[in-house]
């Protein structure tokens, strides 16, 4: 009984001191980001002064309502679109002002990004689809196949290597997604609505698919509308009319 | 990423995209296909018309008398002492008396042309036989009624029989055909093919005239016309005191005349070229816009997952010219085939296969592809990420 209850308190100091080296490691930091769009004479203030800080290895749920100015800030976040004004450090790295093929620079080797309508090339089978992150990193192709077919194997498709994107499921589809996403292996992870386009048995898959992603030590920033999907996470970011409302742990 | 990866992926990408890369190339087809059969037609008629000139000879010069001297006019033999004098400038002569007659065989009658003449005839004119024998110093020396006949008649008056040997009347006078000379037009009634060929010395109850009154003269060269020209206008002079009694003249004229048409036929021509490069190139313009229009997404894509702005480029370029490329290359086939087996085939003109041409209707077109493709393609991949993968 002893014994036991001292295991149980070395595991636990353990995962505390483990936890304790992961959150001196920032991955992200925003301050004061703003992003105004000017629509014709109408000025659009999207993102109001955010300040945020991610760390490695959490499993970040950004949630709101459609208009709530999430998706700013999942695009800011995963350099797609560069803030009005703020400071953006990405992994040690001030990404805010940086130029468009930088940033590109910066998405192939730092960000993997799943998106609701996946966004896979139709023309392409899932196996090209999965190595073309690896072209753009300059990869030599008999090592991108390799690690291609590792990682449509670990997304449980390796019985569907050459299948076209309108050939799949639309979960099986968002398993390709994820596994071009983690082929470079980025430090971060962004989901865009995941499960948005899937059916609940799919979503529930793909959810549990991000969640032993996040065991295996990846960071993931999750942007629903859905509360139950981001009760999933660890943390919840609720962001309302372009600010955080909301910064909570999940217990 | 290097080149050849980029290349590999710009054929994968033409493969997935059957349909509208045959679209690009069918304006690229289109359009090298017909400058290269249109310049080939144009070039093929000037050729046609200059080589039927040039048979005429352009060392040719042609003497007519058509004045009186009441002592004696210029015989042939004057001429050809004149001519042996002056070997320097001219090569040959011969008399050259035409007449319309009356021409019989058996019951059949026709109308034609009767040239009289002597042998160096066939030189200076490029008169030939195809069989027979052609007009002899012999047969001058001893009168022979002896006949050259051309096709126009062989068709007209002996049908199916071959003429040689077989005898005629021309104007109530009896020749023997010894020889049928080589096609010139088409073997119609009227056209050059339609004439009978008698030696000079048998026709004066032919003509029913003594005196000779039109001469050809062949200069040595062409550059030396000019020279025979003066020297035998002074020659002439010299004989009928008067510059009205005679003309000479040369196929100069000819030759001007067929410059002209020669460089009207190449501004034609050229308009042609230019309407169907930009008709191919518009094709080209469009397709290209749309392709990479519709591909905005793609773009967008690529670019989100690590793309820069330089590797969407090199694609995009290397899809255009790859896809330009070929149907410039399958043009200059087509273009080639229509040239071989439809203006070859017509037989209207020679064909002429023109390399440059080809290659600047391939030039011309791969640049269009290339900018038009290029042009849009720079718009999608200067795009926000963001705003690329918002397209539909």
């Known amino acids: 009984m002893e014994e036991h209850r001292e295991e149980c308190l070395l595991e636990h100091k353990a995962v505390q001191e483990g936890r304790g080296a992961t959150l001196t490691e920032t991955l992200i930091e925003i301050r004061e980001m703003w992003k105004i769009y000017q629509i014709n004479q109408l000025q659009v203030q999207a993102l109001k002064n955010i300040n945020l800080s991610i760390k490695k290895n959490e499993f970040v749920a950004i949630v709101g309502p459609s208009g709530s100015g999430k998706s700013t800030l999942m695009n800011m976040l995963g350099c797609l679109d560069t803030p009005t004004s703020g400071t953006y450090i990405l992994d040690n790295e001030e990404v805010s002002n940086l130029s468009d093929d930088k940033l590109a620079e910066i998405r192939s080797k730092k960000i993997g990004f799943i998106f609701q309508s996946f966004n896979l090339i139709q023309k392409l089978t899932a196996l090209e689809n999965v190595e073309l992150p690896l072209i753009y990193t300059g990869v030599k192709a008999s090592e991108r196949i390799r690690r291609a077919k590792l990682a449509l194997e670990d997304v449980g498709l390796g019985q569907r290597l050459y299948h076209k994107p309108n ?30 386009n899937l059916d609940s048995k799919s979503g529930v898959e793909i959810m549990n698919l991000l969640k032993e992603l996040h065991k295996k030590g990846n960071t993931i920033v999750l942007i629903t509308h859905d509360n139950d999907i981001a009760n999933q996470a660890e943390r919840v970011i609720r962001i309302s009319d372009g600010t955080i409302v909301e910064d909570r742990q999940v217990i | 990423m290097s080149f050849f990866q980029a290349y590999k992926m710009a054929i994968k990408s033409i493969k997935a995209n ?32 200059t080589d039927s000139i040039q048979k005429l ?96 008649v062989v068709n007209e008056l002996f049908e199916n029989r071959n003429p040689i040997g077989e005898k005629i009347k021309i104007n109530g006078q009896i020749f023997k055909v010894v020889g049928i000379l080589e096609e010139r037009a088409d073997g119609a009634t009227r056209s050059d093919d339609d004439q009978i060929i008698i030696p000079v010395t048998s026709s004066r109850m032919v003509m029913k005239t003594s005196s000779i009154r039109n001469f050809a003269v ?29 003309r000479v003249f040369d196929q100069s004229q000819m030759l001007e005349t067929l410059n002209d048409v ?13 309407i169907s490069l930009i008709v191919g190139g518009i094709g080209i313009m469009n397709i290209m816009l749309v392709s990479v229009t519709e591909r905005t ?79 849009p393609a720079y718009k999608a991949a200067s795009l926000k990420p963001i705003e690329a993968l918002r397209t539909e």
């Open chain 1, 167 to 196: 050939e799949l499921s639309g979960g099986q589809q968002q398993r390709v997604a994820i596994a071009r996403a983690l082929i470079n292996n980025p430090p971060i992870i962004f989901a865009d609505e995941p499960t948005g």
């Open chain 2, 18 to 49: 059957k349909g509208r890369s045959f679209l690009t190339m069918l304006g690229v087809i289109i359009g090298v296909a017909s400058v290269i059969s249109a310049v080939a037609f144009a070039q093929g008629s000037t050729k046609s018309i």
């Open chain 2, 57 to 152: 000879g352009t060392n040719l010069i042609q003497i007519t008398i058509t004045g009186r001297n009441s002592n004696r006019d210029m015989s042939y033999d004057d001429l050809k002492k004149f001519a042996e004098e002056n070997s320097d400038v001219i090569a040959a002569t011969a008399p050259q008396s035409s007449t319309s007659a009356k021409v019989k065989y058996g019951s059949t009658n026709m109308d034609t042309t009767i040239i009289a003449t002597s042998p160096e005839y066939e030189n200076i004119k490029n008169v030939h036989v195809t069989q027979g024998r052609f007009l002899l110093d012999f047969d001058l020396e001893y009168r022979q009624n002896v006949a050259l006949v051309g096709t126009a």
């Open chain 2, 218 to 246: 062949e200069a040595t060269s062409a550059d030396k016309v000019d020279a025979a020209m003066e020297s035998l206008k002074a020659f002439l002079l010299d004989i009928y005191k008067n510059e009205n009694a005679f």
């Open chain 2, 262 to 274: 020669t460089s009207s036929m190449m501004i034609v021509l050229g308009g042609i070229a230019a």
């Open chain 2, 297 to 375: 997404k793609e773009i967008g894509i690529r670019k989100a997952i690590g793309a820069k702005r330089k590797n969407i480029l090199t694609q995009f370029i290397i899809e255009a010219t790859v896809v330009t490329g070929m149907g410039g290359i399958i043009g200059i086939l087509l273009g080639f085939s229509i040239i071989k087996f439809v203006i070859g085939g017509l037989d209207l003109v020679p064909p002429v296969y023109s390399i440059p041409w080809a290659l600047i209707a391939f030039g011309i077109s791969l640049l269009v592809g290339i900018i038009f493709g290029l042009f």
